[in-house]
């Protein structure tokens, strides 16, 4: 099963977020239809950005990379912002 990391970006706080999922479209929705605690105060959620993964665990590693560096951060390095 191939696992997805995706960035949103919420106009409202000037904000990014990450995630990983296996179902991108879902995960989305639930973001703004307030279902995610952290997210629920941004909505709406726009998809910035996203990186198809093998597997979860690649996903989880690059999820980490992500935050570690800082979201906007890494989307600047790698030429995205």
């Given at each position: 099963m191939s696992f997805i990391v995706y960035i949103l970006f919420s106009e409202t706080l000037q904000k990014y977020y990450v995630g990983q999922t296996s179902d991108l479209e879902r995960r989305i929705h639930d973001h703004n239809a307030g279902k995610a605690n952290f997210t629920s105060r941004g909505i709406p959620w726009i998809l910035a950005h996203y990186f198809?993964?093998?597997d979860r665990s690649e996903?989880?590693?690059?999820?980490?990379?992500?935050?570690k560096r800082g979201i906007k951060r890494y989307l600047q390095d790698k030429g995205i912002l």
């Open positions: 198809q993964c093998v996903a989880v590693r690059l999820e980490g990379s992500i935050k």
